[in-house]
């Protein structure tokens, strides 16, 4: 399929974005916007290796740590947090490098395991470090400016999670179309075949999971400049790897469109739990958000979009 | 006379106490088409498994342009020039036909522009370019071979190995099949193939080797073969029953 | 070397609990494929179960068959309505399946159910033993000679009964026991409603000497899925070799690392073993 339908798309979105940033005066909007943004680059981030690659991550929330923590030890240090994109993304590879590199060669369930494993051990040596703030984590002192990545209005802030999340879906849009996005659907569609056209499973995966390391911890930095405090339950705890998890699911595993659609249905979601339930912690949120996961697994496991694009394949006649 | 493309010596494989392969030897020439056969049970799978690196020998040497290969990672031997087809057919079943071959052409031409470009190619030159945008799940089974066939030579194979490709197939698809495998070996492809149906594998065939009980017995002409006393033996047991190929034989 | 032998009967014993917690696990990979990631919330309802019966003053003797028996029962509900349904559907239906499973539990916990640590008030079994310069409580005692007795029995079951047979069959060869006549959904019923009954004994073992609460089965999971890669997935006897290296390691890393750092050495080992010997210790896969 061209890629012309979905630039426009991605076009479309990025001018109403860009109209609600300079547009909008009310807080609560823009944070909503903010969020829901960031939440998709954190869904897509999740998609190039548990949708794409088939591998299912449950320790998803380092990865947008590591850019948290970046960003927060950039500027504790007097550093322009504009160097966490960097760091934290090299430090986000090379823990998705150590993660994968046993695992991304064999049955899915031992990456999985792995993932959960060291998002354990990240979040124990984070709560547990002096000088990564132990349990009281960091608070940002205040500053203005581009240089400083930071605003006193949030306008700015969508701007940068647009771009962000433009960024993203443009790489997605050019992995459909290159040979590792090939490679990928291969070793997914099946594996001895893949094998014998050369293509070598465990390094295609970790370049795509390096990369959606990456991509989370970009989303991290926005979000510590945003919030200006970061600690372990903020940034590493299971609840978020569960969020993101549950946007990858419910939007459609190895689709597009998928994390940007299940971002939508979790930000709308999360706010009706909170209106009824008054907020996590109670457990509501995770009967529902189990639920979910729940029936898409069993009923429609492609997700939202995945069911889509299954039906319209099959309207065009494909299976003629 | 130039070095053999493909040179397996001793080749030796055992599965616990069981010795599927105990001294195979061979000899594919390059430009050739030759033909593995054997009775059932002689190993012709598992000294196929072993050349094409889906299993590694317990003992002896695969000679591959004259480079050991024997034991490399499975993944890595498209590139060392082989390319190959599965016996039970392999298809990446929600891709289009197009698709899966340009999946094998990625792997000599990596920009995907330039590997849709020779898949087209060789979807022309296998027959399956009408049904390029088909789902490979919605062909029949001879196109799903003829498929299979076309990823394998999308890698720009030096050998080809295929695992009983007219298994299956109509006697008006094995023709088809051979006519394929004719012009596969003009393109400068040599062709190894396992086979059981000697109808279509003897005609066509330039050198034929037999195995049995995981030992070569044979290496020669087809019209050889079955003239062969060892050859009549392993399969047969009975100097009667081989006149029915010995007649189709050239 | 008076601590050194504490903590080497100390390893083992709890290494023995960890064993029947993670033959389930293993068990249900074997016969169908599947890694259940609710596992650890199995354990934690049956902590629950336990503690509740012992509420109502019905002590363990009474208590492990009550519990095991619910657990196999939930087990069967669970296979019919959920898993069987994951089976179907492609790979990684199956992966985030029961990870659905383990949110919704746990949300279930924490909605129905305090947070807090919650214990018996008069615990049973409290009194310290003494074997020569090692010390134990009765109730550590209790749950590895249970534990090990168990694992024993569920051995015996696989091994010598037809279902055990069946169960065997299916994971060696799916295709070849289906042709033979094996009902694969009853088997794959019974042998999820067993796994849970595992950790149905297991987690009512556990309720004598650890705290419950809605969050108490993560790190058993945890531990049981390194346990089960350790030792093969697949093995039972896998499980118990694996299950025994990471009692020791916890509790060894406990002692000379730091309380809260003692899962750390059996995470490091897990990422070890799959590196250097993906089939764990026993395995055939």
């Not at chain 1, 500027?75 to 934290?88: E, K, N, Y």
């Not at chain 1, 490679?183 to 056209?197: G, I």
Request: aromatic share 8%; hydrophobic share 55%; with cysteine.
């Amino acid at each position: 399929m061209t890629a012309r339908p979905h630039l426009y798309a991605l076009g479309a979105i990025v001018v109403l974005g860009l109209l609600a940033a300079f547009g909008l005066r009310e807080a609560v909007v823009l944070d909503l916007i903010f969020t829901l943004l960031l939440y998709a680059v954190l869904g897509q981030s999740w998609n190039w290796i548990s949708g794409y690659a088939g591998n299912i991550s449950f320790g998803h929330a380092i990865f947008f740590g590591c850019g948290a923590y970046a960003s927060a030890l950039c500027v504790t240090h007097g550093l322009t947090p504009w160097l966490a994109f960097p760091a934290g993304a090299l430090t986000a590879a090379a823990l998705a490098l150590v993660t994968g590199f046993p695992t991304l060669g064999l049955r899915g369930h031992y990456f999985s395991i792995a993932t959960i494993a060291v998002a354990a051990l990240v979040e124990t040596f984070a709560r547990t470090t002096p000088w990564l703030g132990k349990a009281n984590g960091f608070e940002l002192p205040i500053a203005s400016g581009w240089a400083a990545l930071q605003f006193p209005q949030k306008g700015p802030y969508v701007v940068l999670a647009l771009a962000l999340f433009a960024a993203v879906q443009l790489a997605t849009i050019a992995l459909e179309r290159s040979r590792l996005g090939y490679y990928l659907r291969a070793l997914r569609a099946n594996h001895a075949a893949a094998a014998s056209v050369g293509i070598d499973e465990r390094r295609c995966k970790l370049i795509a999971f390096a990369w959606s390391a990456a991509m989370a911890s970009a989303a991290g930095v926005l979000y510590a400049q945003y919030t200006l405090f970061i600690d372990p339950p903020s940034t590493l705890a299971l609840a978020i790897s569960i969020d993101i998890a549950l946007i990858g699911v419910v939007g459609g595993i190895g689709t597009l469109w998928g994390p940007a659609a299940g971002a939508l249905v979790y930000v709308v979601l999360a706010k009706a739990v909170a209106l009824r339930f008054g907020g996590a912690g109670k457990g509501y949120d995770l009967v529902i958000y189990g639920a979910i996961i729940c029936l898409i697994a069993a009923l429609r496991p492609y997700g939202i979009v995945g069911t889509i694009v299954d039906a319209i394949r099959r309207r065009r006649g494909a299976l003629a | 006379m130039s070095e053999p493309l493909l040179q397996v010596r001793g080749l030796a494989k055992r599965f616990g106490s069981l010795r599927a392969l105990d001294g195979v030897d061979l000899d594919v020439a390059e430009g050739s088409l030759t033909g593995l056969i054997g009775p059932n049970g002689a190993g012709k799978s598992t000294a196929f498994a072993c050349i094409a690196g889906a299993e590694k020998p317990s003992a002896g040497s695969v000679c591959f342009r004259g480079r050991e290969i024997a034991g490399t990672a499975y993944h890595r031997v498209a590139a060392l020039g082989i390319g190959r087809t599965y016996q039970l057919v392999q298809t990446f079943a929600d891709m289009t036909v197009l698709e899966a071959v340009t999946t094998g052409a990625l792997l000599r031409r990596p920009r995907l522009r330039d590997a849709v470009a020779h898949a087209q190619e060789v979807l022309a030159f296998v027959g399956l370019a009408e049904k390029r945008y088909r789902l490979g799940r919605a062909l029949t089974i001879a196109d799903k071979k003829r498929l299979e066939v076309a990823r394998a030579l999308a890698t720009e194979p030096a050998l080809l190995l295929l695992d009983e490709v007219m298994a299956g197939l109509t006697p008006a698809e094995c023709a088809e099949a051979v006519e394929l495998l004719r012009r596969i070996l003009a393109r400068g492809v040599t062709v190894l193939m396992v086979e059981h149906v000697m109808e279509v594998l003897m005609p066509i065939a330039e050198h034929v080797v037999v195995i049995a009980a995981g030992k070569t017995i044979f290496s020669g002409s087809a019209a050889g073969a079955v003239r062969d006393p060892a050859v009549i033996a392993a399969y047969l047991g009975s100097p009667l029953e081989h006149s029915e190929i010995a007649e189709r034989t050239p | 070397m008076n601590t050194f032998a504490q903590l080497l009967v100390g390893g083992l014993l709890t290494g023995l609990v960890f064993a029947l917690v993670a033959v389930g696990l293993t068990l249900v990979y074997g016969v169908m494929d599947v890694v259940n990631f609710a596992h650890g919330e199995f354990l934690m309802l049956a902590m629950y179960g336990a503690l509740g019966l012992a509420l109502l003053g019905i002590g363990p003797l009474l208590g492990l068959p009550l519990v095991a028996i619910a657990l196999f029962l939930f087990g069967i509900v669970v296979y019919r309505v959920f898993v069987r349904r994951l089976l179907a559907g492609p790979p990684e239906a199956t992966v985030f399946g029961t990870f659905g499973l383990l949110v919704l539990l746990q949300g279930v916990a924490q909605a129905t159910l305090t947070s807090d640590f919650q214990s018996v008030s008069n615990p049973p079994l409290q009194a310290t033993l003494r074997f020569g310069p090692i010390a134990l409580s009765q109730a550590t005692l209790v749950e590895g000679i249970g534990a090990l007795v168990l694992t024993a029995v569920l051995f015996a079951f696989v091994e010598y009964t037809e279902t055990g047979r069946a169960m065997r069959a299916l994971a060696e060869d799916r295709v070849a026991a289906t042709l033979m006549g094996i009902d694969v959904q009853r088997v794959n019923g019974l042998a999820f409603g067993i796994g849970a009954a595992c950790v149905g004994a297991a987690g009512s073992l556990l309720m004598l000497s650890y705290p419950v609460y809605p969050t108490a089965g993560a790190p058993f999971a945890l531990t049981a899925f390194v346990v089960v890669a350790l030792g093969g997935f697949g093995s039972i006897q896998g499980a118990l070799v694996g299950a025994l290296l990471v009692g020791l390691l916890e509790v060894f890393g406990g002692f000379y690392l730091a309380p809260e750092l003692k899962l750390v050495p059996v995470y490091v080992a897990y990422l070890a073993v799959v590196l250097l010997r993906p089939q764990g210790l026993l395995g055939r896969r």
